[in-house]
């Protein structure tokens, strides 16, 4: 690709579990861009740590140190997971499967948890997270970064999304954007209770919109919005209502932008800023493939193998859309209009 002037973009991470481990090979990939300059993320549970992370290390020394902070954040994440019961059966290693589906350590959870809540499970709220966000994040320097960060969670008593920005971000905060209520305590902040943020914005873009400058938003995208098929087992329809509700929000955010795109005024400032955003798709072929267990699979391998898959996605990206950046959208939104 030839040379570019400096672009600022925002990026968009949605949140996954283990499969995170993608976005970081993604981001790995576009932090090798010296023309690309990042304005603001945009993040939910897996995708806030990995946003956090990534800018903490840009702070401390540009790219090449958010590259390196990123591999240290998945690395003591696998490390800390050694004694997980959550562990592939031999079988499934013969075989290449990533599944955790005939773990004993899953299985047993997977019961466990439609029978008992986290308050009798967990009553401690023991979560091995904290402590690796603790050390691999500095929240002061964080607080400062010129980078703009918007971390959301779901307000437990209102239903409603709340979006944390750089100065407000602490460990639970991250924690709170990750809380699924069925493994985990509400995590509590400034006296409210807060679950994941998937379920009110995964993520959320308005922040992106209303704050930042640049119109282009590089949206990665970890979750499926279609599946072939109708899900029959009890933890495939599970893992399908997760996917939907999961991806709600951002649809219907996205819609607005669509919808906007097709007015030729918008009418007045607040739809001006929506119509004018340049919406970019790293999407995964992969992640549509594994099911919902792998989400809890922390093998060092495994989070390998989808750094290089994202990193292969974003090469994709770049190689097809790379000179649309700055001048069009290459996500096709109308789409997201058809039976609208």
Request: aromatic letters at 8%; charged letters at 20%; a negative charge.
């Amino acid at each position: 690709m030839t040379i570019r002037d400096t672009l600022l973009v925002d990026l968009a991470l949605q949140g996954g579990g283990a499969h995170g481990a993608f976005t970081w090979g993604v981001l790995d990939r576009l932090l090798e861009e010296p023309w690309l300059e990042i304005e603001g993320i945009s993040g939910t549970s897996a995708g806030a740590m990995n946003a956090a992370v990534l800018i903490d290390g840009h702070v401390r020394g540009g790219p090449e140190e958010a590259r390196k902070a990123l591999e240290k954040f998945w690395s003591a994440v696998s490390h800390a997971s050694m004694l997980s019961p959550f562990r592939r059966t031999p079988l499934d290693m013969l075989l290449g499967r990533w599944t955790l589906d005939y773990s004993p350590g899953f299985v047993v959870m997977d019961l466990m948890s439609r029978l008992f809540s986290p308050y009798e499970l967990n009553p401690a709220g023991v979560n091995p997270l904290r402590g690796i966000l603790a050390k691999c994040v500095d929240f002061d320097r964080l607080a400062r970064a010129p980078i703009k960060l918007f971390v959301t969670a779901t307000n437990v008593r209102t239903g409603r999304g709340r979006v944390f920005r750089n100065d407000e971000i602490t460990p639970e905060v991250l924690l709170a954007s990750a809380c699924l209520p069925v493994m985990f305590k509400a995590v509590e902040i400034d006296g409210e209770s807060y679950w994941d943020g998937g379920y009110s914005g995964n993520p959320t873009m308005t922040p992106l919109v209303r704050e930042c400058k640049s119109r282009d938003t590089i949206l990665v995208a970890i979750n499926p919005v279609e599946r072939p098929g109708t899900p029959r087992t009890a933890r495939d329809i599970l893992n399908r209502l997760n996917e939907v509700s999961f991806n709600a929000v951002l649809l219907k955010e996205l819609r607005m932008i669509a919808l906007l795109q097709q007015v030729a005024d918008p009418g007045h400032s607040e739809g001006a800023l929506w119509a004018d955003m340049r919406i970019h798709l790293i999407p995964s072929d992969l992640l549509a493939e594994l099911g919902y267990s792998s989400k809890l699979n922390a093998e060092w391998d495994f989070f390998c193998m989808l750094r290089d898959q994202g990193r292969v996605a974003a090469q994709t990206f770049l190689t097809a859309h790379g000179p649309d950046l700055g001048r069009r959208s290459t996500c096709d939104l109308e789409v997201l209009l058809q039976g609208v």
